[in-house]
């Protein structure tokens, strides 16, 4: 068996089929543990206290002087739990295509090639930024970047930075910017932006998701899950820059212009940087050869397995490969479901 990808999804998965008594290799492109964590802005910390932010076996430890760890303590829980559990995971090994031969599947990777009776997939999507197709980004002379290119407040001191996104990375960044106090900042999003309640934090996002799982699982109708709540979690930094007056939304400007950006209403506004907080699409450039792709980009799947390659899974994309499946706790759940699936096939 062969996993893709090492971070939160390829932990979860390893775990399982260790428990299932199969062999396996996982493959992950990144020289380090830690999955996307270890590339995280400065300030970023869960929505979650440990204790709801952990993988199938092992708790995440408290990070002392956190209620909400951060971004590196996430990054050593998963190095710990890569090594607590001996899991073969195989650095710096990027995974260029997944083909079919025969009863096989065959992984070719830039260090090689590997022979499996099943694949789980387990790429997630930060390495395949979006960024839309809005009038005059080419012509902008100041400086572009994505979600997955900002680290912190001192990189634009001084500079006037238009941050584009409504959800949870457009908030998070335009309040770390903000509050600062050495940033030119303004936020716009597409439409109105959806805080959740102060009192919900990924606790409450969890059980929400699960509700949603059990009420489709049953036939009943659609909850909505977490979408019907709001888009915004309002962690300690973006609730201390609104309550201040410093976080407020602007309407999604016209386009782009050389120097700053032309607005609905015929002004303008100077700036020096736009940071595209505008999500994220699954990494799945591999599986191409594999002729799946369906609506959207997704591949049609039952649970974790697709529908047209049965010994290949689909793991941590979203919640059309499991509830909650991107997050650290959700994931475990559709994991050991997939690690069942493949030992059946033996």
């Known amino acids: 068996m062969v996993v893709v990808g090492g971070g939160q999804a390829g932990l979860a998965a390893g775990y399982h089929l260790r428990r299932q008594g199969l062999d396996f290799a996982v493959l992950d492109a990144d020289p380090a543990p830690g999955g996307s964590w270890q590339h995280m802005w400065d300030s970023l ?188 979690v309002a962690v300690p930094p973006v609730r201390a820059a609104r309550d201040a007056g410093l976080l407020y939304a602007k309407p999604m400007f016209a386009r782009l212009t050389a120097d700053g950006v032309r607005w609905v209403d015929g002004s303008q506004s100077g700036a020096d940087a736009v940071i595209w907080c505008t999500g994220f699409r699954p990494a799945l450039a591999h599986l191409v050869p594999l002729n799946l792709r369906g609506p959207r980009g997704h591949i049609p799947t039952d649970g974790t397995r697709a529908l047209s390659e049965p010994r290949l899974h689909l793991l941590g994309y979203g919640d059309w490969t499991g509830p909650a499946s991107a997050t650290l706790i959700g994931v475990g759940r559709p994991a050991r479901d997939a690690a069942r699936e493949i030992a059946q096939l033996r």
């Not at 009192?199 to 799982?213: E, P, Q, T």
Request: charged residues 25%.
């Open 45 to 232: 910390h869960l929505f979650s206290p440990p204790e709801h932010s952990s993988l199938p076996g092992r708790l995440m430890p408290v990070q002392p002087g956190e209620t909400y760890p951060d971004a590196g303590h996430v990054v050593d829980y998963l190095s710990d739990y890569e090594k607590r559990y001996d899991l073969p995971v195989q650095h710096g090994t990027r995974v260029d295509a997944v083909r079919r031969d025969g009863d096989s599947l065959v992984v070719e990777a830039d260090t090689g090639t590997w022979r499996a009776r099943a694949v789980i997939s387990a790429t997630g999507r930060w390495s395949r930024p979006f960024l839309p197709a809005v009038p005059g980004r080419s012509v902008f002379t100041g400086r572009q970047l994505h979600t997955v290119n900002y680290r912190c407040p001192a990189d634009f001191a001084d500079q006037r930075v238009i941050v584009v996104g409504g959800g949870n990375s457009g908030a998070q960044i335009a309040a770390d910017l903000a509050l600062d106090g050495n940033v030119d900042v303004t936020w716009v999003t597409q439409r109105p932006p959806r805080f959740l309640a102060d009192d919900i934090d990924g606790r409450a996002l969890f059980d929400v998701a699960n509700a949603r799982r059990r009420a489709l699982e049953d036939g009943r109708s659609d909850t909505g899950g977490v979408a019907s709540l709001g888009d915004i």
